[in-house]
């Protein structure tokens, strides 16, 4: 029997064993030897054994009880971070194969974690090494579209295909940075140097980065706030994504649209709102616009490279924070980014 190659269970048999053949003698003699009031010696002798047997079975349970807590101080160090974490246990019997069975699991994963990291690590210099080998045959065609739009000004079909040409190179050089971005998320090499900023000054920028091209099409921004609203972030990052989510709008909106952008707290919360009144999102593609280069049927965008939301909600995340996203189809969307850390200002 498995059970049995346990040394506690053995012991707690071998003891109990004992017991019962301690009462066995002393009721026998007791009955041989016909001592006054015998069965009130059996029956007090019956509460020996009774009393015996469970402080036995305490003893054990406490002892299996300390090596449970051990393990699970044990897991918990690994499931915060500890790698080399590992259960202690050299003996046999069925608790401590399960010990083993569970080493071994921390140990396979601890090495596909490892070949998911090299493979990470690998796929980020692979896009580092191709987005750097594309820059210079990029530049050198910017260059080359720029010398034939100024050679092309009075033949108008060669200015069309140039400025075509221009729009084609600039999503080839977008492409090439939002990859490198996601590389880097991927692989784990961003290190956000977190300072607490004014979430509406933040905002502010963002307004500003998009002002012209919202005014080119005709569009409009509006910034809502609730006043200053200190939190801690990377600023480069956050308004990284939030570049991303503002873009996203305007090219799901068109002339006469319009993209609020704010912030607010709420329950002890962060909470940033990008919402516009443009064509919305099918609800066949709410849950999968957050997957790399997907692009829904029902989008008359074509701009875009499906990279844009992806490393927005990377960085939301890598800041604490969720996504979320509420939409009608026709009637416009809200993109909604909480965060939990409130810092107050210094």
């Known amino acids: 029997m498995r059970i049995l190659a346990d040394r506690r269970i053995r012991a707690l048999l071998f003891s109990m064993g004992i017991c019962v053949g301690v009462y066995?003698?002393?009721?026998?003699?007791?009955l041989i030897l016909g001592l006054e009031?015998?069965?009130?010696?059996?029956?007090?002798?019956?509460?020996?054994?009774?009393?015996?047997?469970?402080?036995?079975?305490?003893?054990?349970?406490?002892?299996?009880?300390?090596?449970?807590?051990?393990?699970?101080?044990?897991?918990?160090?690994?499931?915060a971070g500890d790698p080399s974490a590992r259960i202690a246990c050299d003996e046999e019997g069925e608790l401590c194969r399960l010990f083993h069975q569970i080493n071994f699991l921390a140990a396979v994963l601890d090495a596909q974690a490892q070949r998911e990291a090299s493979s990470r690590e690998s796929l980020k210099k692979t896009i580092e090494d191709i987005s750097h080998q594309l820059k210079t045959p990029l530049a050198a065609l910017n260059i080359y579209n720029g010398i034939l739009q100024e050679e092309a000004r009075d033949?108008?079909?060669?200015?069309?295909?140039?400025?075509?040409?221009e729009q084609e190179l600039d999503r080839i050089e977008t492409l090439i940075q939002s990859l490198l971005k996601m590389a880097r998320l991927d692989a784990g090499t961003v290190i956000l140097n977190k300072q607490p900023e004014d979430i509406r000054d933040i905002l502010e920028k963002v307004k500003e980065h998009f002002a012209f091209r919202a005014a080119r099409e005709g569009k409009e921004i509006h910034l809502e706030s609730d006043g200053e609203l200190y939190f801690s972030c990377d600023r480069l990052w956050l308004t990284e994504g939030l570049d991303n989510i503002v873009k996203n709008a305007l090219d799901h909106t068109k002339a006469g649209d319009a993209i609020w952008i704010g912030a607010r707290r709420r329950a002890g919360v962060l909470q940033i709102l990008i919402r516009d009144n443009g064509s919305g999102i099918h609800p066949e593609d709410l849950y999968h616009i957050f997957k790399r280069f997907y692009r829904s049927r029902f989008s008359k965008d074509t701009q875009g490279i499906g990279l844009g939301l992806p490393l927005a909600r990377s960085v939301v995340e890598m800041h604490g924070g969720n996504v979320e996203v509420d939409s009608e189809w026709g009637g416009g969307t809200v993109f909604t980014m909480t965060f939990m850390e409130i810092p107050t200002r210094s």
């Open 24 to 30: 066995i003698l002393l009721s026998a003699a007791i």
């Open 37 to 79: 009031n015998g069965a009130v010696w059996v029956f007090l002798s019956a509460l020996a054994l009774i009393l015996a047997v469970w402080l036995l079975c305490i003893r054990y349970l406490r002892g299996q009880d300390k090596i449970l807590e051990g393990a699970v101080a044990v897991l918990s160090d690994y499931i």
């Open 155 to 165: 033949l108008p079909a060669i200015r069309e295909f140039t400025e075509l040409s």
